[in-house]
């Protein structure tokens, strides 16, 4: 039953509502997501309603980036966590806070794993890691260049492992060696006689991966049986329940999980603490940390039966939502200095001039700001964006450009200006009919709703002239791909810092040549997230 006054579909009544012409989009475009906003631009409409399950309610969408941020950050007593998000990562992941609503359970989940978010730890321990394991991923590359120079390779994979052993390391300071065993199996390798060739594309000889790794892969993406069954979190449940690869993998997965855990509590009592703290090396340092603290406030022992699981599967979020997500934002912008040659030469230029021809190290990394470098990360971010939707749930009823919205409704606001690469968002609002947040915000941030020229990938757009010089700009253009407010994106600072590492090290030591037009494509392979379908290069070691 539609809710009165907001637009639809007439077809959206039919008995499988928009589900039928949805399948029919995803057929045509790779990808279901992209499918509302397509939509609403198609009406030029900023807010319809889709129905997608008999007898359900239907789903509201917003399709204007002011009032979407607005509902995000200023209006979260009447908008949370929705259960139609929640119950993808639920099977997988039951006590960990990105399940829950914003309750105290929450409060105390995000308190365990704040302080690794700060700038001391991210500016140590963080960039340290994503140092070392992107230099093991370069190490790979240079034995694969060196092995076959001139070839047009697909380094999605590599791209990954590289991620997952930067977020193992962050999160209990051991090495996984993911990229290593790669590169030790290409070492053992003097020559590749006859590779391996598919439509232009040359296959590199690999090794079977550490198993942890394969576990993890395979976890993430099991959340996909959540979204894609019709009886959703209970498919997935039964699935981690039944399938023996999955039981396997849950089954390594939180023993080695949970091992991490005691020996930092091990560590933790041994070592004087005083002298530890602040000086945490891992992310399962400061939960140990910030554990026994609450334990020994609230008089109880810590890691006991009340918090175990809620500890340990908040270090499972941390392995969860760090690893695939950076790295699907990675190979986008790979592929985009592929494509934009002009691009990739100024990004050389900007950080060869700000490391003044010294190569950088983490603590140099760590110091050194390059304007147009944090502008490419945020391009690519906005460009690339694999993330289509941030969803929310009504917690009263309440209203939305002027519509009146029932308690208990989905809202998915659209995250991207522009759907898919080439049409801008011509939905016009009436001013009066936004929330009075909405209508002040306008005031305070003028330039941010500046819709020029948003198809293009333009760097230079997130680029001030100021007194001091030229500046980036965070606030140039909307930005929602980590979704925003109290319950967007907790890991932002830590990716931001992961994507400027990787790509000031990739331009330093590497060339990204162009490849044939046949092999470059920008095709989305749509998971939970939206992934390039593959990211193939052709790799130059610099001189
Ligand atoms: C480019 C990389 C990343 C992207 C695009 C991304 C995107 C997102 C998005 C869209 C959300 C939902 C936000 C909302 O509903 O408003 C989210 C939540 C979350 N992300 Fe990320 N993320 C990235 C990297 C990371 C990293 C590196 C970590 C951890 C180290 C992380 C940890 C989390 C957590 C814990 C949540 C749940 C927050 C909550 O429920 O309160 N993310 N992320």
């Given at each position: 039953?539609?809710?009165?006054?907001?637009?639809?579909?007439?077809?959206?009544?039919?008995?499988?509502?928009?589900?039928?012409?949805?399948?029919?989009?995803?057929?045509?475009?790779?990808?279901?997501?992209?499918?509302?906003?397509?939509?609403?631009?198609?009406?030029?409409?900023?807010?319809?309603?889709?129905?997608?399950?008999?007898?359900?309610?239907?789903?509201?969408?917003?399709?204007?980036?002011?009032?979407?941020?607005?509902?995000?950050?200023?209006?979260?007593?009447?908008?949370?966590?929705?259960?139609?998000?929640?119950?993808?990562?639920?099977?997988?992941?039951?006590?960990?806070?990105?399940?829950?609503?914003?309750?105290?359970?929450?409060?105390?989940?995000?308190?365990?794993?704040?302080?690794?978010?700060?700038?001391?730890?991210?500016?140590?321990?963080?960039?340290?890691?994503?140092?070392?394991?992107?230099?093991?991923?370069?190490?790979?590359?240079?034995?694969?260049?060196?092995?076959?120079?001139?070839?047009?390779?697909?380094?999605?994979?590599?791209?990954?492992?590289?991620?997952?052993?930067?977020?193992?390391?962050?999160?209990?300071?051991?090495?996984?060696?993911?990229?290593?065993?790669?590169?030790?199996?290409?070492?053992?390798?003097?020559?590749?006689?006859?590779?391996?060739?598919?439509?232009?594309?040359?296959?590199?000889?690999?090794?079977?991966?550490?198993?942890?790794?394969?576990?993890?892969?395979?976890?993430?993406?099991?959340?996909?049986?959540a979204l894609e069954s019709p009886l959703g979190y209970k498919a997935h449940w039964l699935a981690l329940k039944t399938s023996t690869p999955l039981r396997r993998a849950i089954k390594l997965?939180?023993?080695?999980?949970?091992?991490?855990?005691?020996?930092?509590?091990?560590?933790?009592?041994?070592?004087?603490?005083?002298?530890?703290?602040?000086?945490?090396?891992?992310?399962?340092?400061?939960?140990?940390?910030?554990?026994?603290?609450?334990?020994?406030?609230?008089?109880?022992?810590?890691?006991?039966?009340?918090?175990?699981?809620?500890?340990?599967?908040?270090?499972?979020?941390?392995?969860?939502?760090?690893?695939?997500?950076?790295?699907?934002?990675?190979?986008?912008?790979?592929?985009?200095?592929?494509?934009?040659?002009?691009?990739?030469?100024?990004?050389?230029?900007?950080?060869?001039?700000?490391?003044?021809?010294?190569?950088?190290?983490?603590?140099?990394?760590?110091?050194?700001?390059?304007?147009?470098?944090?502008?490419?990360?945020?391009?690519?971010?906005?460009?690339?964006?694999?993330?289509?939707?941030?969803?929310?749930?009504?917690?009263?009823?309440?209203?939305?450009?002027?519509?009146?919205?029932?308690?208990?409704?989905?809202?998915?606001?659209?995250?991207?200006?522009?759907?898919?690469?080439?049409?801008?968002?011509?939905?016009?609002?009436?001013?009066?009919?936004?929330?009075?947040?909405?209508?002040?915000?306008?005031?305070?941030?003028?330039?941010?709703?500046?819709?020029?020229?948003?198809?293009?990938?333009?760097?230079?757009?997130?680029?001030?002239?100021?007194?001091?010089?030229?500046?980036?700009?965070?606030?140039?253009?909307?930005?929602?791909?980590?979704?925003?407010?109290?319950?967007?994106?907790?890991?932002?600072?830590?990716?931001?810092?992961?994507?400027?590492?990787?790509?000031?090290?990739?331009?330093?030591?590497?060339?990204?040549?162009?490849?044939?037009?046949?092999?470059?494509?920008?095709?989305?392979?749509?998971?939970?997230?939206?992934?390039?379908?593959?990211?193939?290069?052709?790799?130059?070691?610099?001189?």
């Amino acid at each position: 039953k539609p809710i009165p006054g907001i637009p639809y579909n007439v077809e959206s009544l039919r008995p499988f509502g928009d589900l039928t012409a949805a399948l029919k989009y995803r057929k045509k475009h790779r990808a279901m997501m992209t499918y509302f906003a397509s939509k609403c631009l198609e009406r030029h409409e900023p807010i319809m309603q889709f129905f997608f399950q008999p007898f359900a309610r239907p789903l509201v969408v917003v399709c204007d980036q002011r009032e979407g941020l607005d509902i995000l950050t200023s209006r979260s007593r009447e908008f949370d966590r929705s259960p139609l998000f929640s119950n993808l990562f639920r099977a997988v992941l039951p006590h960990s806070s990105i399940v829950m609503q914003t309750n105290d359970q929450w409060k105390y989940n995000r308190r365990l794993v704040s302080n690794t978010m700060s700038p001391a730890f991210l500016g140590s321990v963080g960039v340290s890691t994503a140092y070392s394991a992107t230099m093991d991923m370069l190490d790979l590359w240079k034995r694969k260049a060196a092995l076959l120079p001139h070839h047009v390779i697909d380094v999605k994979e590599d791209v990954f492992m590289s991620l997952v052993d930067v977020i193992w390391t962050v999160t209990f300071g051991s090495d996984l060696q993911v990229c290593k065993t790669q590169a030790k199996h290409l070492a053992a390798l003097e020559s590749i006689a006859n590779p391996e060739m598919i439509n232009g594309l040359t296959i590199v000889p690999s090794c079977k991966p550490p198993q942890i790794y394969d576990s993890l892969v395979r976890l993430f993406g099991s959340s996909q049986i959540a979204l894609e069954s019709p009886l959703g979190y209970k498919a997935h449940w039964l699935a981690l329940k039944t399938s023996t690869p999955l039981r396997r993998a849950i089954k390594l997965r939180d023993a080695l999980v949970s091992q991490q855990l005691h020996a930092a509590y091990q560590k933790f009592i041994t070592v004087d603490t005083s002298a530890s703290a602040g000086k945490a090396q891992s992310a399962v340092e400061l939960v140990v940390q910030t554990e026994e603290q609450a334990a020994r406030k609230d008089g109880r022992s810590p890691l006991d039966a009340s918090t175990r699981d809620y500890i340990q599967d908040e270090l499972n979020l941390f392995l969860f939502a760090g690893s695939s997500t950076t790295a699907e934002e990675v190979c986008w912008g790979l592929k985009l200095l592929t494509a934009h040659q002009d691009v990739q030469e100024k990004l050389r230029v900007a950080i060869s001039d700000a490391f003044d021809s010294h190569t950088p190290t983490p603590t140099t990394l760590a110091q050194i700001k390059v304007p147009y470098l944090d502008a490419f990360v945020y391009e690519t971010l906005r460009f690339g964006g694999n993330t289509q939707n941030t969803m929310r749930v009504s917690l009263v009823d309440t209203t939305i450009l002027g519509h009146f919205v029932p308690k208990g409704t989905d809202i998915f606001v659209v995250n991207r200006d522009i759907i898919p690469h080439n049409s801008s968002c011509p939905c016009p609002v009436d001013e009066s009919k936004r929330s009075p947040t909405s209508q002040a915000s306008k005031k305070s941030t003028p330039l941010k709703w500046s819709h020029v020229d948003l198809n293009t990938f333009r760097p230079e757009r997130w680029l001030a002239e100021t007194t001091k010089g030229t500046e980036f700009s965070p606030q140039a253009v909307p930005l929602l791909t980590f979704g925003e407010g109290p319950r967007g994106c907790f890991g932002r600072r830590f990716a931001e810092l992961e994507m400027r590492v990787l790509f000031t090290l990739i331009i330093w030591h590497f060339e990204l040549l162009p490849i044939p037009a046949e092999l470059e494509d920008f095709d989305p392979l749509e998971m939970l997230t939206m992934a390039p379908a593959n990211c193939r290069v052709k790799l130059r070691e610099s001189q």
